[in-house]
C-alpha cells in the first residue's frame, strides 16, 4: 500500500510551525555552512600568497591550496538542497539527512546534519511500513536556496505494521516554486491500475518524488539523493568489489544510480580512490555534458569522463564512418588482424643488400634476417621493444660474417717463415720493418698489398694469430665491427623497413591505406568488409580523424607495439637538458649569493656554496606535478583507475570492452545498460557473452524495475515495439501517468518539413515551454535539423536549435542519402548542448538523454536503419518524460498501431493537406 496523501488543511497551525521550525534549521545550516565556507577561502587566499622558497615546502603549499579550493567548491554546490530530510526515530532521536555531513564543534562534535551516505541516513531510503527500521516518522523537506517550501511526512506506526505506511501528510500548500511540476499538465499521479490499485507499494517520500519527476528537465541531469529509492539505495550501496552489472529498462535510473554508487563509494573509500581516481564511460560526448554536473554538486570531483572514442590519450574520435565498418571493427577478430599487420611490417628483405664496412663486405639477406626475425618474436616482447633484439641478431650476424671471412682468409695466406718469430718481437722496429709497415714505399698507411690484392700486413697479422692460436679479432675488433655497422646509414634504413619502429597511428593509417596490406593482414574478411575499412589517407590524420571504433584498435595496437622507445629517449634527453638548465642556472644564483656572501668584512659566514651545491640546488627548483588525479589519469594510457563505471554499457563492442577492462585490472566495476536497448551493431545482446572473455560467470547482476522517467501512457506504446523483438523482455512499470495521450500524424511525404516545423511549435507550447527533441533517421538528419529551427520559437532560431552533431564530411560521400541504412551515419560524436530547448538528434545522439517531449520523425525509416531490430525505436520513444508525438510517411508501421491519431488525442492538428490522423 502506498501512503495516502493528505495535504494539510489550510490554516493548520501544527503545520505552518513545523514548517517555522525547520525553516530555522535550515537557516541555521546555512550559517553553518558560510562559516565553513569562510574558512576555507581565507586558508586558500593565505596558501596562495605564501611565498615558499624550497620546493618540498612549495608542493606542500600547492597541496594545501589546492584542498582549501576543492573544498570552496564543495561547500559552493552544497549551497542548493542542502537539507532535504528529518527522520523522528522511535526512541525519540532526530537525525537530519542533507547533502554533505556538518558537525556542531560547541556540542561535542554532534552531527546537526548527516551525510546521504553515512550508515545513520540509510533508514530514510530503506523504512517502509512493513519494514519501519525503528522510524517513527519521515520527512522529505523541500528547499529552494535558503527556503523550505514544502514538508511531507509519511509516519510509522503499529497500525501500519504489514500494511505499509499510515499516510502521508504535505505539511505545505506552497504553490508553484521553481522545479515544480508543470501545471498545465494538471498533477503528476501515481501510475496505477485502471481498477484503481495502485502499481508500486514501495515508493519511499512519494510526494517528493512525484514532484521531481514532473518538473521540467533542464538538459542538465540533478542528483537524486532526497528521493532515492530502495532498489536504488540496494546498488549504489553495493559493497560488491568485482563486477557489478546494473540491468534495467528505459528510465529506471540506471545512469543516476551509477553516478550515485561513484558519489558513494569515493565516500566509503577515500583513501584508495582519490589515489587511483574513478572512470565514468559513457556513450557520447552530449551525454557526458548532460551528466558531468552530477556528481560535483555531489561535492565530488577526481572523476574522468570519456567517451570511449575519446580514451586513447591524444585522441579526439569524432569522425562518422558505415556500419559496417564499426561494426567490422568491434569484432574481437581484430585481436589477430591486428596482431597479423603488425607482424607483416617484420619483412624480408626483397634484395640483398651490401654494406662495406672495415675491410670487409656483409650482405644482409634472407638467412640473417629470418633467423634474427625469429630470435625477435621469440622473445613475446611488443613489437618496438623486440627491435633491440632483431638489431642486435642482424648486427652480431653481420660481424660474425665479416669475422668468418677474415679467419677463412687465413687458410689462402701464404704465411712466411719470420711470422712465428714475429711473436716473440711483436712490437719492435724490426716487426714493423718486417711486415712493411714502414713509412718508406708500400701502399699508403704502411701495408703493401699481397698478390690477390689483400691488405698484406692485416692478413699477416691474421696469420700470425692464427698460429698462435688467438681468435682473428679479438673483442675490441669485433666491438668496433659492429659499431661501424650500427652506424651505416644504409643499413640502418634497410632495418628500418625490416622492423621499423611503429606508432599505433601508424599501424593503423598504413593498414587502413592498402588493399594488399588488408588482404594479408585480414584474409577471413569478405572482399566488401575489408573495402568497408579502406580508408584513403588523403591530406594527413589529425587527431580528430579517428571514429569511436578506431579508438579501442589504437588501443589494442598500443599494446601489440609497446612504447616507441624513441619518445622516451626524447623524453629522457628533453629531461636531462632541462635538469642541466636548472643546474646551470642555479650555479649562477649560487654565484651572485657568493660573490655578496665575500663582501662580508670579517670573511666568517658561510658562502652560499659552501652550504650547497649547484645540482641540489637545482633539483630544488624542480617543478612539483601539481595536476589532478583525473588529469594524470587522463593523460597516462596505462592508467589503472581504482573503480571504473560504464554507462550504456551493452553498446561496447567485444574490441571496446578489451580496451575498458585494460583500465581497470582489479575488475572493480560498476557496468550499467539495458541489452533491449542495443542499437549498435557491435554492441552485446547477453552480459555473460560480453564479459565471460574477462572475468567468466563471476558478475553480479542487479536489476531496476520501475521507470522514473516517462509516464505510462507513452511506455504502454514502447513495450509493443520491445515485445515485438520477440525476446521475451519485457518494459519497466511507470512509476506515474502523466495525463498526457501519446499520438501519430500521418503526413505525405513532401510536406513532412512544414508540418514539423509547426508541430514543434505546438509541442513547445504544450510543454509549457520545456525541452523538446526531435529524434529522426540518421538519414534524414541535416536535413531536417534545419527544418526543426524553422519551426523552435525563441529569442533567435539559431541559438535555440541544436543538431546533435556537427555535420561532418563522411566517408565515401555517403551521408545524407536517404536510402542507405550502411551510410556513414554522421554521428562520430554528438558534441551538442544539452540546454538548448530544442534539439534534433539521431536515436544514438539521444541515447542516455530525456526531454519533456519528443517528436519521432519516420519510424518506419529508424526500424528500417537499425541494425538491431525495434532497439531503436524503443529508445526513441522512452526519451520524453511527458510527450510523444509520432510522424510518419504512409502508414505507421504495425508496432505502433495503438497509437491514437493526434485529432482523436486532442492535439491541435497541424496544418496542411495530407495531414491526416488514418
Ligand atoms: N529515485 C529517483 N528520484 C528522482 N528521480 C529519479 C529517481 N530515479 C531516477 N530518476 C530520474 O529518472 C530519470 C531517468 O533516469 P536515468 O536517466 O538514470 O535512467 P536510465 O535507466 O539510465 O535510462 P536510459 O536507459 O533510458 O538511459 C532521470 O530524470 C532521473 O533523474
Redesign the pocket.
Known amino acids: 500500500m502506498p501512503p495516502e496523501s493528505a495535504p494539510a488543511p489550510a490554516g493548520d497551525t501544527s503545520g505552518g510551525d513545523e514548517h517555522a521550525r525547520e525553516q530555522q534549521y535550515l537557516t541555521m545550516l546555512h550559517e553553518r555552512l558560510d562559516g565553513l565556507r569562510a574558512a576555507a577561502a581565507a586558508g586558500l587566499a593565505e596558501a596562495l600568497l605564501r611565498d615558499d622558497p624550497e620546493p618540498g615546502a612549495r608542493a606542500d603549499r600547492d597541496a594545501l591550496a589546492a584542498r582549501h579550493a576543492d573544498q570552496v567548491a564543495r561547500f559552493d554546490a552544497m549551497r542548493d538542497r542542502l537539507l532535504f530530510g528529518r527522520l523522528d526515530m522511535a526512541d525519540g532521536e532526530q537525525r537530519y539527512i542533507g547533502r554533505m555531513g556538518v558537525l556542531d564543534p560547541e556540542a561535542d562534535y554532534q552531527p546537526l546534519l548527516i551525510d546521504w551516505r553515512a550508515p545513520a541516513s540509510r533508514p530514510f531510503y530503506l523504512a517502509t511500513g512493513a519494514t519501519p527500521l525503528h522510524v517513527a516518522r519521515r520527512r522529505h523537506i523541500r528547499t529552494v536556496g535558503r527556503r523550505v517550501t514544502h514538508l511531507d511526512d509519511e509516519v510509522f506506526g503499529p497500525r501500519t505494521l504489514g500494511g505499509g505506511v499510515l499516510g502521508l501528510r504535505t505539511l505545505d500548500g506552497l504553490g508553484a516554486d521553481e522545479g515544480d511540476p508543470d501545471l498545465t499538465a494538471g498533477p503528476p499521479t501515481a501510475a496505477g491500475e485502471p481498477d484503481g490499485t495502485p502499481a508500486h507499494d514501495s515508493l519511499v517520500g512519494e510526494a517528493a518524488?512525484l514532484a521531481?519527476?514532473g518538473a521540467h528537465?533542464t538538459g542538465r541531469?540533478?542528483d537524486?539523493v532526497?528521493?532515492?529509492?530502495a532498489e536504488?539505495d540496494r546498488i549504489i550501496r553495493s559493497e560488491q568489489d568485482g563486477i557489478l552489472v546494473v540491468e534495467?529498462?528505459?528510465?529506471?535510473?540506471?545512469?543516476?544510480?551509477a553516478l550515485h554508487r561513484a558519489a558513494y563509494l569515493l565516500y566509503s573509500r577515500r583513501e584508495q580512490l582519490s589515489k587511483r581516481g574513478v572512470l565514468i564511460v559513457g556513450p557520447n560526448p552530449a551525454f557526458l555534458r548532460y551528466i558531468e554536473q552530477v556528481l560535483p554538486s555531489l561535492g565530488e570531483t577526481g572523476v574522468l569522463l570519456s567517451t570511449v572514442g575519446d580514451l586513447f590519450p591524444g585522441v579526439r574520435a569524432r569522425r562518422a564512418e558505415s556500419t559496417t565498418a564499426a561494426e567490422v571493427k568491434g569484432r574481437p577478430e581484430m585481436v589477430d588482424i591486428l596482431a597479423a599487420a603488425v607482424r607483416d611490417r617484420q619483412r624480408l628483405p626483397d634484395t640483398p643488400l651490401e654494406i662495406t664496412v672495415a675491410d670487409g663486405v656483409a650482405r644482409l639477406d634472407e638467412t640473417i634476417v629470418v633467423p634474427a626475425r625469429a630470435a625477435a618474436r621469440l622473445t613475446g616482447r611488443a613489437h618496438n621493444h623486440a627491435r633491440s633484439v632483431f638489431v642486435r641478431e642482424v648486427i652480431t650476424a653481420l660481424t660474425r660474417q665479416i669475422a668468418d671471412r677474415y679467419e677463412s682468409s687465413i687458410d689462402e695466406v701464404d704465411i712466411p717463415d719470420f711470422v712465428d718469430d714475429f711473436m716473440l718481437w711483436p712490437d719492435t722496429d724490426a716487426a714493423r720493418d718486417a711486415l712493411g709497415d714502414g713509412t718508406e714505399g708500400g701502399e699508403p698507411g704502411g701495408g703493401s698489398a699481397t698478390a690477390d690484392g689483400g691488405d698484406w700486413p692485416s692478413a699477416a697479422l691474421a696469420a700470425a694469430a692464427a698460429a698462435a692460436d688467438r681468435p682473428v679479432l679479438d673483442p675490441s675488433d669485433l666491438a668496433d665491427l659492429r659499431r661501424d655497422l650500427r652506424s651505416d646509414p644504409r643499413l640502418a634504413e634497410a632495418i628500418d623497413g625490416l622492423w621499423p619502429l611503429l606508432t599505433p597511428q601508424a599501424l593503423l593509417k598504413d593498414l587502413f591505406a592498402s588493399a594488399d596490406a588488408l588482404s594479408r593482414a585480414a584474409p577471413g574478411l569478405t572482399d566488401a568488409e575489408r573495402a568497408a575499412l579502406r580508408r584513403d589517407p588523403g591530406g594527413g590524420w589529425a587527431p580528430g580523424d579517428w571514429t569511436p571504433a578506431d579508438t579501442p584498435l589504437l588501443d589494442e595496437a598500443s599494446e601489440l607495439l609497446g612504447d616507441d622507445p624513441r619518445a622516451a629517449i626524447d623524453a629522457a634527453v628533453a629531461a636531462h637538458l632541462e635538469r642541466q638548465q636548472r643546474i646551470d642556472y642555479a650555479g649562477g644564483v649560487l654565484d651572485i649569493l657568493s660573490r655578496g656572501d665575500t663582501e662580508d668584512p670579517d670573511g666568517e659566514l658561510l658562502m652560499a656554496s659552501d652550504l650547497i651545491d649547484a645540482d641540489r640546488f637545482g633539483e630544488r627548483q624542480e617543478e612539483v606535478d601539481t595536476r589532478s588525479t583525473a588529469e594524470r589519469a587522463a593523460a597516462d594510457r596505462t592508467w589503472a583507475f581504482g573503480h571504473v563505471i560504464v554507462?550504456?554499457a551493452q553498446e561496447l563492442s567485444p574490441m571496446a570492452w578489451r580496451m575498458v577492462m585494460r583500465r581497470c585490472p582489479t575488475r572493480s566495476m560498476t557496468l550499467?545498460?539495458?541489452v533491449a536497448?542495443t542499437g549498435d551493431a557491435a554492441g552485446s545482446s547477453s552480459w555473460a557473452q560480453a564479459l565471460d572473455p574477462f572475468v567468466g560467470p563471476r558478475f553480479t547482476l542487479e536489476r531496476?524495475t520501475v521507470n522514473?522517467?516517462t509516464g505510462a501512457e507513452i511506455m504502454d506504446i514502447a513495450g509493443d515495439v520491445l515485445a515485438a523483438q520477440g525476446r521475451g523482455l519485457r518494459a519497466p512499470r511507470s512509476v506515474r501517468r502523466s495525463g498526457r495521450a501519446p499520438w501519430r500524424l500521418m503526413v505525405g511525404a513532401h510536406e513532412l518539413a512544414e508540418h514539423l516545423e509547426q508541430l514543434v511549435r505546438a509541442e513547445r507550447a504544450a510543454a509549457g515551454g520545456g525541452r523538446l527533441a526531435v529524434i529522426v533517421p540518421r538519414s534524414r538528419r541535416d536535413e531536417l535539423a534545419s527544418l526543426a529551427e524553422t519551426g523552435s520559437t525563441g529569442p533567435r532560431p539559431d541559438q535555440d536549435v541544436e543538431v546533435g552533431a556537427p555535420a561532418q564530411a563522411a566517408p565515401h560521400g555517403q551521408a545524407g542519402t536517404a536510402d542507405s541504412a550502411d551510410s556513414a551515419d554522421g554521428e562520430g560524436g554528438a558534441d551538442g548542448d544539452p540546454e538548448r530547448p530544442v534539439v534534433v538528434l539521431t536515436v544514438r545522439e539521444s541515447?542516455?538523454?530525456?526531454f519533456d517531449a519528443v517528436i519521432v520523425v519516420e519510424p518506419e525509416r529508424i526500424l528500417a536503419e537499425s541494425p538491431r531490430g525495434a532497439g531503436d525505436l524503443y529508445?526513441a520513444l522512452?526519451?520524453p518524460?511527458n510527450q510523444l508525438g509520432v510522424v510518419h510517411v504512409g502508414e505507421p508501421p504495425a508496432v505502433l498501431s495503438r497509437l491514437r491519431p493526434r485529432e482523436a488525442t486532442g492535439g491541435v492538428p497541424a496544418a496542411g493537406p495530407a495531414a491526416s490522423g488514418r
Not at 226 to 229: D, R
Not at 248 to 257: D, E, H, I, M, N
Not at 847 to 850: F, H, R, T
Open positions: 518524488l521531481t519527476l528537465r541531469m540533478r537524486i532526497a528521493t532515492i529509492q536504488q534495467g529498462g528505459p528510465g529506471t535510473g540506471k545512469t543516476t544510480v554507462d550504456e550499467v545498460g539495458d536497448q531496476l522514473y522517467r541515447k542516455g538523454l530525456e529508445v522512452t526519451r518524460t
